[in-house]
């Protein structure tokens, strides 16, 4: 869980440090395994890389580790199985975005795939844990029904930059 929000929040940083084409090429940074290291831009697209790596070999220790406890192919082990393919899939759309120059479309896709493996990282997580607490339907409806709002809010606001609409009403709450 702690992977897949801290993994969004690096792409939000290089996002708005301009840092996005801090490394032009993809999966390598100007050719190299390793940034630039006097080029900040640089390091801050390679650490948003790295780190969705690291997320990717973490999620493929948790597919293992969780199989092994449930010896079984259970609920749990396969939403950890379909976070890891979607971390794949999430990744090489990352790499579509360095490869378009930002395209602000791939960028919304990017960030929609984030949001649906931190989703279901949580929801994984509330499965496993809510048949240990009695909690009613309504509180599992309720739940869901937030973490779609939440996906929702955050990929309008992704829409509203990409169409440059984030500074149109900068008096907050009024427009």
């Known amino acids: 869980i702690f992977f897949s929000f801290f993994q969004p929040t690096c792409g939000a940083f290089t996002r708005v440090t301009d840092s996005g084409d801090g490394c032009p090429d993809w999966p390598t940074c100007f050719g190299s395994w390793v940034p630039p290291l006097n080029d900040i831009n640089a390091i801050i697209e390679w650490s948003h890389r790295t780190s969705g790596t690291l997320f990717g070999i973490v999620s493929i220790i948790l597919v293992v580790v969780s199989y092994l406890i449930y010896r079984k192919f259970n609920f749990t082990v396969k939403i950890y199985s379909l976070s890891l393919l979607l ?11 360095v490869l378009s120059e930002l395209n602000p479309a791939i960028r919304t896709v990017h960030l929609a795939g984030a949001q649906l493996i931190a989703a279901l990282m949580v929801a994984s997580f509330v499965t496993e844990n809510i048949n240990k607490v009695s909690a009613s339907k309504k509180v599992k409806t309720l739940s869901l029904i937030t973490a779609f709002l939440a996906i929702g809010a955050l990929l309008s606001g992704a829409y509203a930059v990409w169409q440059g609409a984030g500074a149109v009403c900068y008096r907050w709450p009024l427009c």
């Open 87 to 97: 971390i794949i899939v999430v990744g090489g759309i990352g790499g579509a975005v």
